[in-house]
């Protein structure tokens, strides 16, 4: 082994980043059993920072509180802004504060998952850490992995970030009302992922304005009623 390039180095770090990775599969594959047994169903949120997650939560509560019992996992690297924005909706939430770690982990869900005990709930929303880089890479037991881009950030990102499309199986498109002041490109941003995962479901979508809110809606009821 070469004693200047560091290479050795790299090897190992590659070695601990593969256990950490196998590790987060078997936690993973447990919460998923685990929600499968209370019969729940979950869904990931990935997105960069500001894409709209908890926008979109907050208009997704608003819609559906009186008909399908949710619950939401808040994951931020500080603050518990987020947990109480949707607290402030009357849902039951936890906030994961991760200290600074760009992802949640299946770890991290099973223990705010145990917080939530005695709320009954059938949906789960899981909003992870704003980036869509390293939460591309950890499964955390979800039945429905939802990939976010907002308008403003540019239509070129699916190709850009293409480990967060792969595993996912739905990519929201946000901010649709600001369309008109973006050169956002909706037919390269469905064309750069449909090449990725061509098995992707696409919405184009305004928390705003309510614009492509039904096809949300109607997703979240056939996920809840399956
Ligand atoms: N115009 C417009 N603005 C939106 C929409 N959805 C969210 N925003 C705005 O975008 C900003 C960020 O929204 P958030 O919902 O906090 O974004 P987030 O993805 O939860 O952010 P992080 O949790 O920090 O990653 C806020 O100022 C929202 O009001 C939308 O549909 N249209
Ligand atoms: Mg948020």
């Not at 190709?159 to 990519?171: E, G, R």
């Amino acid at each position: 082994m070469c004693d200047h390039c560091g290479c050795e180095q790299r090897t190992k770090e590659v070695e601990i980043q593969k256990h950490i990775l196998s590790a987060n599969e078997e936690l993973a594959a447990k919460n998923r059993a685990h929600f499968r047994e209370k019969g729940l169903r979950v869904l990931n949120l990935i997105s960069s920072p500001g894409a709209g997650k908890t926008t979109l939560l907050e208009a997704t509560i608003d819609a559906l509180r009186d008909e399908i019992p949710l619950a939401v996992i808040e994951g931020d690297p500080e603050t518990e802004r987020d947990a109480a924005r949707i607290r402030a909706k009357g849902v039951p939430v936890v906030q994961v504060t991760t200290g600074g770690a760009c992802h949640l982990d299946a770890r991290m869900v099973h223990r705010a998952f145990h917080q939530l005990e005695g709320n009954s709930f059938r949906l789960l929303f899981i909003e992870n850490v704003g980036n869509l880089l390293c939460p591309a890479a950890f499964d955390l037991g979800e039945d429905l992995r939802v990939v976010m881009v907002s308008v403003p950030e540019g239509s070129d990102k699916p190709a850009k970030y293409p480990a967060a499309f792969l595993k996912a199986q739905v990519f929201l498109i946000t901010k649709t009302d600001l369309l008109p002041y973006f050169d956002f490109d909706l037919e390269e941003a469905k064309r750069l992922a449909l090449a990725l995962n061509p098995n992707l479901r696409i919405i184009a979508l305004s928390a705003k304005t309510g614009e492509g809110m039904d096809e949300w809606l109607a997703l979240l009821r056939d996920l809840a009623s399956s």
